[in-house]
């Protein structure tokens, strides 16, 4: 019986002018993760969606 062949492709995005610096470091103790996940929507919203700039980093393997 053949396998299905799947890939997990790994994007990484450059998302600019998110948040500003006092506000960053005011309400988000300068973390990334807490502020970006404020501003997704708690991940909700598609990085696609704030990006200027998307590269492909990693390619795996999966097979189903």
């Known amino acids: ?23 960053f470091h005011d309400e988000f103790n300068c973390d990334p993760m807490a502020a970006y ?5 708690n991940f909700n919203d598609s990085p696609l969606n704030f990006s200027i700039d998307d590269r492909i980093i990693k390619v795996e393997l999966l097979i189903t």
Request: proline share 0%; with cysteine; hydrophobic share 35%.
């Open 37 to 41: 996940r404020f501003v997704s929507d």
């Open 1 to 23: 019986m053949e396998k299905n062949i799947g890939f997990r492709v790994t994007v990484e995005f450059d998302c600019t002018d998110m948040i500003d610096e006092k506000t």
